[in-house]
């Protein structure tokens, strides 16, 4: 099943790629290498996660954040590549969670993110990981989160 079925079947629509908040490429391609910058949580250019994780916000807000943002990360990509099948693996996700300085359960919260791209791509999905917590984030973003692919 290629990807567009896939999301399709899941019930998915991508949003609109954002647009770039600063001097920078959203995607760039080198070799077979797709290098996505980090996406927060913005759908058609509004907020839809603000806030700290451990002060106003749980960890099931941060992985419905976390999943927004690799939703972000393949309209980047399909924008990038024109079609998501070029996708041959998901290298890896570093993902970056805004929490109190205590916070210790940034792993939990980037799962809403690797869990839609294992269940989109299957085992292509499977990737290497990072999750981190952060004091802050661009737009008081509850997550960021930046991505490798390889592509055919």
Same mark, same amino acid.
Not at 4 to 19: H, V
Not at 54 to 70: E, S
Not at 79 to 97: E, H, K, T
């Given at each position: 099943m290629n990807i567009?079925? @896939?999301l399709s079947k899941l019930g998915i629509q991508l949003p609109t790629a954002p647009s770039p908040a600063g001097n920078y490429?959203?995607?760039?391609?080198? =070799?077979?290498?797709?290098?996505?910058? =980090?996406a927060i949580c913005c759908v058609d250019g509004a907020m839809t996660h603000c806030g700290k994780i451990g002060a106003t916000r749980d960890i099931a807000y941060g992985k419905a954040a976390a999943r927004v943002c690799a939703l972000n990360l393949l309209t980047t990509a399909q924008q990038a590549l024109g079609d998501l099948n070029q996708i041959r693996q998901v290298?890896?996700?570093n993902g970056f969670v805004n929490a109190i300085p205590s916070f210790s359960e940034s792993p939990a919260i980037i799962? *809403?993110?690797? #869990?839609? %791209?294992?269940? %989109?791509? =299957?085992? @292509? *999905? @499977?990737?290497? @990981?990072?999750?981190?917590?952060?004091? *802050?984030?661009?737009? #008081?973003?509850?997550?960021? %989160?930046?991505? %490798?692919?390889a592509t055919s």
């Amino acid at each position: 099943m290629n990807i567009e079925e @896939r999301l399709s079947k899941l019930g998915i629509q991508l949003p609109t790629a954002p647009s770039p908040a600063g001097n920078y490429q959203p995607a760039l391609k080198i =070799g077979q290498l797709l290098f996505l910058s =980090g996406a927060i949580c913005c759908v058609d250019g509004a907020m839809t996660h603000c806030g700290k994780i451990g002060a106003t916000r749980d960890i099931a807000y941060g992985k419905a954040a976390a999943r927004v943002c690799a939703l972000n990360l393949l309209t980047t990509a399909q924008q990038a590549l024109g079609d998501l099948n070029q996708i041959r693996q998901v290298v890896q996700l570093n993902g970056f969670v805004n929490a109190i300085p205590s916070f210790s359960e940034s792993p939990a919260i980037i799962n *809403g993110a690797s #869990d839609l %791209i294992v269940e %989109i791509f =299957g085992e @292509r *999905g @499977r990737h290497t @990981r990072a999750a981190v917590a952060v004091t *802050g984030l661009p737009k #008081d973003s509850t997550v960021e %989160i930046q991505a %490798i692919f390889a592509t055919s």
